[in-house]
């Protein structure tokens, strides 16, 4: 079983098959932001992934779209609506 490891939380959750990480962490509480409930429109979901950007899916054409249009820029940043770990992954959800 594969966890996502939330850092700046200091909490770890284990993955449920294909959902997305922000499905997950609603799943079991941890607070994270979402204006469009998981539709890749609002860009509020961005995370910062730490280690295991390996483990996801490629971002879609469209979650780059978003991404090109938010606050927060960075190689690392996704949106945890839009990815799927197949392996343990370390994110952060409020950035430093
Ligand atoms: S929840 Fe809106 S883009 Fe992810």
């Not at 979402?34 to 483990?55: P, R």
């Not at 090109?68 to 994110?91: E, T, Y």
Request: aromatic share 4%; with cysteine; net charge negative.
């Amino acid at each position: 079983m594969a966890m996502i490891y939330v850092l700046d939380k200091d909490i770890e959750v284990p993955t449920h098959g294909a959902d997305p990480i922000l499905f997950v962490l609603w799943d079991n509480r941890v607070t994270i932001t979402s204006i469009c409930g998981g539709n890749c429109s609002c860009g509020a979901c961005n995370i910062e992934v730490l280690e295991g950007m390996e483990n996801l899916n490629p971002p879609s054409d469209e979650e780059k779209r978003v991404l090109s249009r938010i606050k927060r820029q960075g190689p690392n940043v996704r949106l945890a609506c839009q990815c799927v770990p197949n392996g343990d992954v370390a994110i952060r959800i409020v950035p430093e």
